[in-house]
Every structure is written in C-alpha cells, then in structure tokens.
C-alpha cells in the first residue's frame, strides 16, 4: 500500500491507494482504536480488481492532565 497526503476543502487527508489505478473505487474507513491496517486483508483481497482507498484516521490523546 503506498501512502499519500491530499487537501480537500482546507483539510489534510493522509490515504493508502492500494489496486489497479483508474478501477472502480471502493473506500475504507474505520473508527477508534482501529487503524488503517485493520483492513489490510479486506482491502488486499479487493485489490485484485477494485481501485482501494483507506483513510488514515488521526490518532488523538485519550487524557491530557
């Protein structure tokens, strides 16, 4: 998976491109406390014909004292 960073609408978003460029695309998203490699068999397997794009979620402090 090669990783990217792109600006859209004033945010920075930080993505994984996975796939055959120029296929249909299939977006991954994922919540806390997962990361974006908890879906790197899903995203690998529909790599063979779909076009895989995974946004990296920034990861936050749980507790600031």
């Known amino acids: 998976m090669s990783y ?4 859209v609408n004033g945010l920075m978003l930080h993505v994984g491109h996975l796939g055959p460029a120029g296929g249909e695309i299939i977006v ?6 997962e990361f974006s490699l908890s879906w790197i068999l899903a995203a690998s397997t529909a790599a063979r ?13 749980l507790c600031c004292r």
């Open 4 to 7: 990217e960073s792109h600006y």
């Open 49 to 61: 014909i779909f076009s895989i794009i995974n946004k990296m979620q920034p990861v936050k402090q």
């Open 28 to 33: 991954f998203l994922h919540g806390f406390p």
